[in-house]
């Protein structure tokens, strides 16, 4: 059996539906904190079990059976070290045979302030004696065209990452990736995957598609770290998320977000998806 824990989030659901497609409904598990938001998927078979990160007696009991899990990372910023060690705890208890974990590109020497709870996690599995794989995700596509409606009608693309190079990936790709790695045998026990885009774009390059793609003018205005953190607060963010959503684009720019290996493409056995099509997607509009 093959388990996703984190099933009911955004990368969760297109891993799962990636999943059924190479091992079929009947061998998948999904761990979700309410059942209900995957009543769709227990309706193709799969077997949908309630699992909290932060309530350790229901890890053990949905990780009965399972020889393979996939961790996706939670969302609590700060509480993730302690939750995704339960979930290793647990799976140790219950006998499962591998863990992949979806952690953060080049965690190991990330500059990212995220990147330390993805490190501390890392840690926790190499020190549970289970085979383990690390999945070190890029940033996603789509992270940077959630709001772009507002961008195009000022013609200003906000950020802090300077002429860094940003080699995104779209979550339908990277979701495959983990399947693929999920499905995948013993070869994949130690295996650390730096997953990112094909191809890398400065946020100036990303300004000149999305204008290309919109047919308006949009251009890129760099800001200090601190300047974008309040530039973000000031639409409604809260502090702390435009705290990290501004340090991730400052550190962007001395290459955190960059990685050419061509691993996630290799994974996949195609092209990644352009941030051009994912920029065209957002927009409603035909692939540029
Ligand atoms: N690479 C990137 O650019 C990027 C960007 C954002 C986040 N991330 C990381 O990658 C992960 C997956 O991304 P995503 O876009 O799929 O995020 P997402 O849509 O927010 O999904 C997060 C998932 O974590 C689950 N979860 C949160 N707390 C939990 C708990 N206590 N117990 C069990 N499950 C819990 C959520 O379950 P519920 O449905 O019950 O809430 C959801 O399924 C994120 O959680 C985050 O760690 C990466």
């Known amino acids: 059996m093959y388990a996703i ?3 009911s989030g955004q990368l969760g659901r297109l891993a799962l539906a990636s999943l059924i497609d190479k091992v ?5 598990v999904a761990l979700v904190r309410d059942p209900a938001k995957l009543a769709d998927v227990a309706a193709q078979g799969v077997s949908v079990r309630a699992a909290d990160y932060d309530q350790p007696e229901t890890l053990v009991t949905a990780l009965a059976g399972v020889s393979r899990l996939l961790l996706i990372s939670g969302n609590a910023i700060g509480q993730r070290a302690r939750q995704h060690g339960a979930v290793i705890d647990a799976a140790k208890a219950a006998g499962v045979g591998f863990i992949a974990y979806t952690s953060i590109l080049h965690a ?3 500059t990212i302030g995220l990147a330390g709870e993805h490190r501390a996690t890392e840690a926790l599995l190499a020190a549970s004696g289970l085979p383990f794989a690390l999945l070190r995700n890029g940033w996603y596509n789509e992270n940077y065209t959630g709001a772009l409606a507002p961008v195009v009608a000022g013609g200003v693309l906000i950020g802090a990452s300077g ?3 940003i080699a995104s990936a779209s979550r339908a790709d990277l979701a495959e990736a983990v399947a693929v790695v999920l499905a995948g045998g013993d070869e994949t026990a130690g295996k650390v995957y730096e997953l990112a885009g094909d191809a890398a774009f400065t946020m100036a390059d990303f300004a ?3 204008s290309r793609i919109a047919g308006k003018p949009v251009v890129y205005q760099d800001m200090a770290e601190a300047d974008y953190a309040k530039a973000l607060e000031s639409v409604g963010l809260p502090d702390f998320i435009a705290a990290m959503i501004a ?3 400052f550190q962007a720019s001395s290459g955190a977000l960059f990685d050419d290996s ?3 493409g290799a994974l996949i056995g195609r092209p990644t998806t352009p941030i051009a099509q994912t920029i065209a997607t957002a927009l409603g509009v035909a692939a540029a």
Do not use: F, H, I, W
């Open 247 to 249: 340090n991730s684009s």
């Open 24 to 28: 079929g409904s009947a061998q998948v």
């Open 5 to 7: 824990a984190g099933a």
């Open 262 to 264: 061509g691993t996630l």
């Open 163 to 165: 002429a860094g190079r």
């Open 108 to 110: 190991d020497v990330s």
């Open 208 to 210: 000149s598609e999305l």
